[in-house]
């Protein structure tokens, strides 16, 4: 077993192997185990420590500190400031999200086909047979019926009362005990996050894994990509240690994030205009219906149903979310007493969103100490969907009996009365008015057949270099619309394959 | 964060004003005041990142002078009465001026996490408290 954490300075690190893939999330572990899988010598390189379900902290403090990238401060700019949660841990996101499993849908890759000149039939088909693997290999299942807790039960009977489709969520989790302890990591295992599978098993295949390892530069040699270097930094002082350096005879694997890949290329001096373009997300927010029972919503699954049936149109994405009761503390408005009254009500609260599948672009560039400056706002089009979805939410939590709606639009009533619903339809188009996060991020180094518009190619390959290749979100160039978890990591096997393909025998 | 500057005693008296005055013990439920505030904020200072804390302390100034914008007057929060000053702190949070709503929160979140992951706290909503916080991470 080879895990290096940490090292102090002046205990250097190098190492040499086929393949090194930055970072550890969806798309780089699905990378590297598949090229661990093909015979080949991997190591992954993770900015994050290695934390397992005995290490998680338990509360929002806790994960914030040991999970969260930058602690969760990190801000998309544009008109209004939307915090963009991702991790940084071996397992990535995927150790803090809700392990939500959509299958790519199909005018997805004939939208990439006809727009970039990739995908197709022919990507689509390989995408979804890596999606049956991962789904056997990650226990992907639906929310079992005792861990489903009685807000998703709600949201299930309010979609029925408004007359539209909803479904629940299918995940990468085995055996689900309804914790609600998905966004601080599951400390019952039974999520199956990338840090408990896939990482491990790139182990067990005589690879390696490079953790607490923020990586400064990808090398090059001319234009062919040749390794990585960087510099440890300590999981808790964040005290820089040691410098490392990964050699890697065949290719650099880059799957640091959409935000952390494009400044990351940026930084090593990639050149192409299309970097750090074409950024997408799916911002959303939530509601809270007030119900007359107690929901306790932080029992059962942290995000059990949801709903695809507004993908198209008007572009949305409906799902119960629970978090945190501290997150609700400061979620809710108000200040002093009057707050304090307002959160009497928690367990008769439960908050249900919407993701915007939305159509606004912007840009990722490398800031100052390497961290990603994103700049990201909605156009009209995209307020009047992401208003629209508030109205839909706040539609269904009526529709599931509550006796009131909590929007948190800042100048509008803080709760409204189940016939006053329709108010949100009016509700201002400033995004500055609402509590909103960048969820599911997507491009920066978008796919592509043309090198003046497209960082890399169907395969992930940056056009002009050699042996380095894009593997996560940053490639996808599109906004899918659904949870965008189980086609990163079908898309990372599907270019580590095409790497294994090109390499000599 | 570097201990032993030299400023952490008057700065964490602010924050902690600024934290008891949204948070505040109610008959019902213990205020933040109940909690071990101090212990808190020194953790939060030692743990957490310089622009975090940087946000913090912004968050504070922009609380401690803006009771002319909440309850019109020209005075620092800790000057107010303790009436004025919860309707300050209600205030406050819905201004409707963008970025001192964006300070305010950033109070009220880290207050948040300290209030809201406090065992009495939580008892009184029926939720278990959480376990030690083990710290740790794989180190071969």
Known sequence: MSHISHRERGNDLELEVDYVVVGSGAGGAAAAVTLARGGAKVAIVEAGAWRDPEDYPGSSYGAMRDLFDDWGSQLARGRALWPIVQARTVG??????????????????EQWERERGVGGDAMAERVWAHQ????????????????????????????KGAGYESHWIHRYVKDCDGAGQCLQGCRAGRKRSTNLNYVPEVLRLGGYVVSSAPVKRVLFEDQRAVGVQGRFQHPKTRRRGADFRVRARRAVVVAASATHSPALLQRSGVRSKALGEGFRAHPGTG??????EPVDTNTGATQGWASTAFREDPGLKLETLSIPFEMVASRLSGGGKNLIQRIREYRHICMWVHAVRAESVGTVRNGFFDKPVVKYGLNKKDMLRFRRGMHLVAQTHVAAGAKKIIPGIQGMPYELRPDQVDLLLEAPLDPRRYIA??????GGCTMGDDPATALTDGSGRVH???NLVVADASVIPSNLGVNPQHTIMALAMTFAEDLLDDAPA | MSPGLGYEAPVNSFIEHAMTALYPRTAELPGIEDTDLSGFLEKYRSESTFMMWLGLMAGTFVFIATPILTVYLPLPSFLLSARLLDKHANRITSTRFYLVRQAIFLIKLAAGLCWGSHPDVRRAFAMDPYPPDPGTWKTS
């Open chain 1, 132 to 159: 049956d693997t991962l789904e056997r290999e990650l226990s992907v299942e639906e929310v079992p019926k005792d861990a489903r807790g009685h807000s998703n039960r709600l949201a299930m009977l309010g979609a």
């Open chain 1, 92 to 109: 990535g996101t995927t150790v803090i999200n809700s392990a939500i499993c959509v299958r790519t849908p199909g005018d997805i890759f």
């Open chain 1, 287 to 292: 509601v809270f219906g007030v119900y007359d």
């Open chain 1, 464 to 466: 002009g270099y050699t």
């Open chain 1, 437 to 442: 996060i960048l969820s599911h991020l997507f």
